[in-house]
C-alpha cells in the first residue's frame, strides 16, 4: 500500500511558475514509476509527467513538454513537478498516482495508488 499526499497548488498568474509536491509513504519506492495527472472541467483526466523512480527516466505530455519538469527527491520520497509558463489552459486538479512496476504509462488505469488532489488555477 502506498499513500500519496499532494501539495502545493495555488492561484497564480499566467506566466507565473508553480512547484508541486507529492509526498510517498507506504513502501519502498525502488521498483515504483510515479506520476502527474490533471483533471480540467468538463475534460477527460490527461496524463501530464511521470518518473521512473529506479534511473530516474522522465516522460511528459506534447502540452507541457519544455515548461514543466518532473523530479523526485529520494531521502524524502517525494516527487515534484515544477511548472513554468503557466498557462489558463493548465488549471485543473493535479493528481499524483504510483504504479508498482517500472514504467511509466499515460492511461489512468494502469494507476492503482491516487493522491487527493491538488487544485492550479491560472488565471489569463
Known amino acids: 500500500q502506498v499513500q500519496l499526499v499532494e501539495s502545493g497548488g495555488g492561484l497564480v498568474q499566467a506566466g507565473d511558475s508553480l512547484t508541486l509536491s507529492c509526498a510517498a509513504s507506504?513502501?519502498?519506492?525502488?521498483?515504483?514509476?510515479l506520476v502527474w495527472f490533471r483533471h480540467a472541467p468538463e475534460k477527460e483526466r490527461e496524463f501530464v509527467a511521470g518518473?521512473?523512480?529506479?534511473?530516474?527516466?522522465?516522460f511528459y505530455a506534447d502540452s507541457v513538454k519544455g515548461r514543466f519538469t518532473i523530479s523526485r527527491d529520494n531521502a524524502k520520497s517525494t516527487v515534484f513537478l515544477q511548472m513554468n509558463s503557466l498557462k489558463p489552459e493548465d488549471t485543473a486538479v493535479y493528481y499524483c498516482?504510483?504504479?508498482?512496476?517500472?514504467?511509466?504509462?499515460?492511461?489512468?488505469?494502469?494507476?492503482?495508488?491516487w493522491g487527493q488532489g491538488t487544485q492550479v488555477t491560472v488565471s489569463s
Open positions: 498516482a504510483a504504479r508498482g512496476f517500472i514504467g511509466v504509462r499515460i492511461s489512468q488505469n494502469a494507476y492503482l495508488y
Open positions: 518518473i521512473v523512480w529506479t534511473g530516474g527516466s522522465t
Open positions: 507506504g513502501r519502498a519506492l525502488s521498483s515504483y514509476s
